[in-house]
């Protein structure tokens, strides 16, 4: 099992531009989840999903779209990139109480 | 609203000594208590959950406690090794929303020889 793997590991975004960030785990997991880690901060909920087609906000949605197609992608999309997106973004999926995390996506928007 | 504190001081011990990281909450009732490891540059990696209605879970050399009461759970690690050495994070999951988590910005640990 590779278990949650994200795509891409690092990125430099200009202020305006799009990208999408890409989770995928392996392990037939019904919830995903998108984080944001910023320094001196804890980890804060973006949007999660409980199954294949649902999505919801979390803490901090402002700015960001999510899609759950399949079951095993969970997509973080940023539609116009700011300054103030710029940080350390981390995927996980949860099984019986236990969160899986990847090993995140280093995203610096200038 | 929901917030979690945790030692943002580094905490500096000695190999074989037993490691004691806190974390604190407040206007909270969780459904349950995570504590992670978080090496740099990686995710977080899972340790141990802890559930309203239990008092201490163990695990090889770690211990934790959870006193709703006190609104406070610690974390110890037993004969502590430089190999502990890391940012450990603790999470609060609550039950009205599919049990999401909040998470305290994490304590970091340094275990010297």
């Known amino acids: 099992n590779a278990g949650v793997t994200q795509t891409p590991k690092f990125r430099v975004l200009k202020t305006g531009q799009s990208m999408t960030l890409l989770c995928a785990q392996d392990?037939?997991?019904?919830?995903m989840y998108w984080y944001r880690q910023d320094p001196g901060m804890g980890l804060r909920l973006i949007h999660y999903s409980v199954g294949e087609g649902t999505t919801a906000k979390g803490e901090v949605p402002d700015g960001y779209n999510v899609s759950r197609l399949k079951k095993q992608n969970f997509l973080l999309g940023l539609e116009s990139a700011a300054p103030s997106q710029t940080s350390v973004y981390f995927c996980?999926?949860?099984?019986?109480?236990?969160?899986?995390f990847g090993p995140g996506t280093r995203l610096t928007v200038l | 609203s929901q917030k979690i504190e945790q030692n943002s001081e580094a905490l500096n011990i000695q190999e074989g000594k037993t490691a004691t990281l806190t974390c604190n909450y407040t206007?909270?009732?969780?459904?349950?208590l995570q504590w992670y490891r978080q090496d740099p540059g990686r995710g977080p990696v899972f340790l141990l959950l802890?559930?309203?209605?239990?008092k201490e879970k163990r695990k090889e050399r770690l211990k934790v406690t959870f006193d709703t009461t006190l609104k406070q759970s610690l974390f110890h690690i037993t004969a502590s090794q430089p190999a502990d050495s890391a940012t450990y994070l603790c999470?609060?999951?609550?039950?009205?929303?599919?049990?999401?988590?909040?998470f305290g910005a994490g304590t970091r640990l340094a275990v010297h020889p």
């Open positions: 206007n909270y009732s969780p459904a349950y």
């Open positions: 802890i559930r309203e209605n239990e």
């Open positions: 392990m037939n997991h019904e919830y």
């Open positions: 999470a609060l999951a609550f039950s009205g929303g599919y049990n999401k988590l909040i």
């Open positions: 996980a999926s949860r099984i019986a109480g236990e969160d899986f």
